[in-house]
């Protein structure tokens, strides 16, 4: 990348964001409805409030499972009923929704999700069993797959779940890196989505000792298919951060270099994406053997995204806390900047208790960044004052009793 040094909102001078949200029956929020701008969103209240609940909501109008990863179920209102004198019990016949009005530059479109019971064949033509989807539509057209909302919408988050992020297994890594990907790539998100339903597929058959070679050939054509195009698309973001970080490091927060270690990534290195397909489709044949023993065969549902404090050469997982949460920030900073440049729109950015771990001088670089880059970021935390330094840039909104109201700082 040969980008000169910029100045993003002489570039970039129009806005996106959620300028209206509504949640129908979605977590403690029976209805709400707000009003925001696209600025810093300082979203304050006490503990169970319902704070990251907004956030989470925000997180659905992007693809994917939302910034708790939760299962659709959870999601819906519940309602406890106390029934006895110490039991209690849970109603919710609700279905929940989120609607939004977007603003993506001159553009404002609304979106709206919800959940939608389906019917899905099986095998046992008697047997099809109902499940919830996640169905979106913008401006009142059924979209054909989530991932199309990366055309109008996306969003990138950092929350205190991800304090752990570098520490445990790979997968919420991979997860993560994946979601950098949809902004820039809409199909990477129906690739994954489809690679975990080829994969369920393909171990179901071999769990339930239904070798048909046929169905799993075919599933294991499908599978290194798309596997490979999963994996082009990752080493692509990788590069394409590495080398902005390269050319525009940040002047508080930390560069950080990325890298990817899987073996169908590598295999890219030096091979054509057809033979590293042939080799994958080969790869798997073999491991129908060990499957039921070894759960998770190689391929890329193994790939650990890794993260390095550039100048010190430190693994991630090894920094502290506090340099964890900068290096999460850097990369955040990153993609947002990146694909404002490329996709001509900035992300929205959901920031849930981010002044945790961070000391008074980066929390103030943060605020300052967020406000230069014109971008919208919602904030959360239980202790406004410490977002005193924005007063006259920032929107406050205040959680209480299961609905928001403008707050302020007095
Ligand atoms: N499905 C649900 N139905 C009703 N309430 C819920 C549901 N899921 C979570 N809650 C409640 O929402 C409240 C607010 O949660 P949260 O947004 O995480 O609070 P915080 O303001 O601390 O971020 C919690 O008290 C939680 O128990
Ligand atoms: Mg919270």
């Known amino acids: 990348m040969n980008d000169p ?32 701008e696209v600025a810093p969103i300082i979203v304050y209240g006490e503990n169970g409030s319902g704070k990251t609940n907004i956030l989470e909501a925000i997180s659905f109008l992007a693809p994917g499972r939302g910034l708790r990863g939760a299962r659709l179920a959870d999601i819906k209102r519940f309602i406890p009923q106390i029934t006895g004198t110490s039991e209690i019990s849970f109603i919710s016949p609700l279905n929940w929704a989120v609607a939004a009005e977007i603003r993506c530059n001159e553009e404002i479109l609304t ?5 939608e019971k389906s019917f899905r064949e099986t095998e046992d033509a008697d047997d099809s069993r109902a499940f919830e989807r996640r169905v979106v539509k ?23 779940q991800m304090d752990r ?36 597929e393909w171990y179901r058959l071999i769990k339930e000792g239904k070798r048909d070679n046929h169905w799993l050939n075919a599933l294991e054509e499908q599978m290194a298919a798309t596997g490979v195009a999963i994996a082009a698309a990752r080493r692509e973001q990788v590069a394409r951060l590495n080398a902005f ?58 790939t650990d995204f890794k993260v390095y404090f550039k100048r010190k050469g430190m693994p991630a ?17 990153a993609q947002t900047k ?54 006259n840039d920032a929107q406050f909104l205040k959680v209480k009793n299961n609905q928001v109201c403008p707050g302020g700082l007095f």
């Open 5 to 36: 040094a910029y100045n993003l909102t002489q570039i970039y001078p129009l806005k996106s964001g959620v300028e209206r949200l509504t949640l129908t029956d979605f977590r403690n929020y029976a209805g709400l409805r707000l009003e925001a």
């Open 111 to 115: 979106i709206a999700t919800a959940v």
């Open 138 to 160: 913008v401006d009142g057209n059924k979209l054909a797959s989530q991932a199309e909302l990366g055309r109008y919408f996306s969003a990138i988050w950092i929350t205190p």
């Open 165 to 200: 992020l570098f520490r445990g297994g790979s997968q919420p890594r991979r997860a993560f890196l994946d979601r950098l990907v949809y902004a820039f790539d809409t199909e990477h998100a129906k690739r994954t989505a489809n690679f975990e339903h080829l994969y369920r």
């Open 245 to 302: 970080i390269e050319n525009e490091p940040d002047d508080i927060f930390p560069s950080v270099r990325l890298e990817l270690d899987g073996v169908i990534e590598r295999a890219l290195d030096n091979k054509a994406a057809v033979e590293v397909e042939d080799e994958y489709r080969n790869m798997m044949q073999r491991q129908r053997r060990f499957v039921l023993e070894n759960d998770n065969p190689d391929g890329i549902n193994r």
């Open 317 to 333: 997982d090894l920094c502290s806390t506090g340099e964890q949460k900068s290096l999460l920030i850097s990369i955040l900073l």
């Open 338 to 391: 990146c694909q404002t440049l490329h996709k001509g729109f900035a992300p929205v950015m959901l920031l849930d208790e981010v002044a945790a771990h961070l000391d008074d001088i980066k929390r103030e670089a943060l605020l300052e960044k967020i406000k230069n880059l014109n971008i919208q970021a919602w904030i959360t935390t239980t202790d406004p004052q410490l977002f005193a330094s924005i007063r």
